[in-house]
């Protein structure tokens, strides 16, 4: 079972930045699109955004411009960096790939106030 590990949550005010961080076992880095995907209290994990094995990436529309998802390879490391957070980015964030295929991990949490 490959699990990921999430960190650099924390809490921040309205308009700050975080830089999130997920370190998985090379093997599986390399050979996979990952994705962030955040879930807040009382609604479904969404997929925030994604980075293939090139480095392309695709963002849900109420993260673009804010926030950029990108790896290091040879950390087998992928960041997001999150700014002007808003308070309804409050969530717990996780990585995994496109496909879900990895143990779910503690996630990290994000806590945003007004």
């Known amino acids: 079972q490959v699990q990921s590990v999430e960190s650099g949550g924390g809490q921040v005010q309205a308009g700050g930045s975080l830089k999130l961080s997920c370190v998985v076992p090379?093997?599986?880095?390399?050979?996979?699109?990952i994705c962030w995907y955040r879930e807040a209290p009382g609604k479904e994990r969404e997929m925030v955004a994604r980075?293939?094995?090139?480095?392309?990436?695709v963002y849900a529309d109420f993260v673009r411009d804010r926030f950029t998802i990108y790896r290091d390879n040879e950390k087998n490391t992928v960041f997001l960096q999150m700014n002007d957070l808003k308070p309804e980015d409050t969530a717990l964030y996780y990585c995994?790939?496109?496909?879900?295929?990895?143990?779910w991990g503690q996630g990290t949490q994000v806590t945003v106030s007004p």
């Open positions: 980075v293939n094995m090139g480095g392309s990436t």
């Open positions: 090379k093997s599986t880095f390399e050979a996979n699109t």
């Open positions: 995994n790939t496109v496909f879900q295929t990895w143990t």
